[in-house]
T-cell receptor
Framework: AQSVTQLGSHVSVSEGALVLLRCNYS??????LFWYVQYPNQGLQLLLK??????LVKGINGFEAEFKKSETSFHLTKPSAHMSDAAEYFC????????????FGTGTKLQVIP | EPEVTQTPSHQVTQMGQEVILRCVPI?????FYWYRQILGQKVEFLVS????????KSEIFDDQFSVERPDGSNFTLKIRSTKLEDSAMYFC????????????FGQGTRLTVV
């Protein structure tokens, strides 16, 4: 069984400030972890993923996330928020086996204040 | 880059009507999935399909729903008699089955039941 908890359904940051979106996961097997971004009325865009190897992963648009097994966390960060980052962000987990059912968190809506 | 294609992008249907949502997965992929996202909520797993049969389904996937891979390329989701609460974004995904890779999501079909 696997699950994802995203702390904070809404996060507001000022333009240029650090973005930190929190994600904790639960998985009975080694997980694959993902962050997706969704703009209004659009589909899911993969921001970044962790499968194996380096625990700090870099994604598109300057985002990165660090897999911390001891904390069962996969928080998403960006050093400097841009207005175009305003969107909903979903953390997700799947098993590392050959069957990839993805379980999504409830999402965090990011607001960027000018 | 290969992608999962969903048609139509938006479908409006009357309550009680049958609707078929279509997906063309990535050609060498082996696992296929449907997910649903009710407006403002998280993305939920509906069903997975492998080797021409359902491998897992959620409690949402009741007798009103069915899936089919009719011709080796398309993967369809049929809702037999739509209800208002079926209004949602439906995402198709496919996965190759290879390790260290992820499932790929389509851009979604927005279903509106009136």
């Amino acid at each position: 069984a696997q699950s994802v908890t995203q702390l904070g359904s809404h996060v507001s940051v000022s333009e240029g400030a650090l973005v930190l979106l929190r994600c904790n996961y639960s998985s009975s097997v080694p997980p694959y972890l993902f962050w997706y971004v969704q703009y209004p009325n659009q589909g899911l865009q993969l921001l970044l993923k962790y499968t194996t190897g380096a625990t700090l992963v870099k994604g598109i648009n300057g985002f990165e996330a660090e897999f911390k097994k001891s904390e069962t966390s996969f928080h998403l960060t960006k050093p400097s928020a841009h207005m175009s980052d305003a969107a909903e962000y979903f953390c997700a987990v799947s098993s590392s086996g050959g069957y990839q059912k993805v379980t999504f968190g409830t999402g965090t809506k990011l607001q960027v204040i000018p | 880059e290969p992608e999962v294609t969903q048609t139509p992008s938006h479908q409006v249907t009357q309550m009680g009507q049958e609707v078929i949502l279509r997906c063309v997965p990535i050609s060498n992929h082996l696992y296929f999935y449907w997910y649903r996202q009710i407006l403002g909520q998280k993305v939920e797993f509906l069903v997975s399909f492998y080797n021409n049969e359902i491998s897992e389904k959620s409690e949402i996937f009741d007798d009103q729903f069915s899936v089919e891979r009719p011709d080796g390329s398309n993967f369809t989701l049929k809702i037999r008699s739509t209800k208002l609460e079926d209004s949602a974004m439906y995402f198709c995904a496919s996965f190759s089955g290879q390790s260290n890779t992820e499932a790929f999501f389509g851009q979604g079909t927005r279903l509106t039941v009136v």
